[in-house]
C-alpha cells in the first residue's frame, strides 16, 4: 500500500494541501476579528486525515527525511494550534518521529 501511494506522490501532495488550508486560516484570521475561532471542525478532521496518511508513510524513514526537506515542520508547528485534541496528537506524533534528524532540531 505505501509502494502506491508512494508512486502517486500523494506525500508531497498531501504537505501542499496542508499548506493551502493553514494559508486559508490565515488569510480568515486577517480579514476577521480577533475573536474568530482559526480552524474550522470541517477543516480540523480534513487535517487529521491528512495528517494521520503523513504519518503512517512517515513510518519509511528515506519518506519521512524527504517530507522534512519539503517543511514538515512548520507544517506541524501550524498544526499545533488546533483544538481538536486527536490533531494535536497526531501533529506530536509526527514531531516525534522526525526529531531523529538534525534538520529537525534546527528549525525547532
Not at 51 to 61: G, W, Y
Amino acid at each position: 500500500f505505501h509502494q502506491v501511494l508512494a508512486n502517486h506522490r500523494i506525500g508531497a501532495i498531501l504537505m501542499r494541501v496542508i499548506e493551502l488550508e493553514l494559508n486559508r486560516v490565515e488569510h480568515r484570521l486577517e480579514t476577521k476579528s480577533s475573536g474568530y475561532c482559526a480552524f474550522t471542525t470541517r477543516q480540523e478532521h480534513f487535517l487529521f486525515i491528512c495528517l494521520s496518511i503523513l504519518h503512517n508513510l512517515a513510518d519509511n524513514n528515506a519518506t519521512l527525511r524527504k517530507m522534512v526537506k519539503k517543511g514538515l515542520i512548520p507544517i506541524i508547528g501550524h498544526c499545533l494550534q488546533m483544538k481538536l485534541g486527536k490533531s494535536v496528537m497526531i501533529s506530536l506524533r509526527l514531531l516525534k518521529l522526525s526529531s531523529i534528524f538534525e534538520d529537525t532540531v534546527v528549525e525547532i
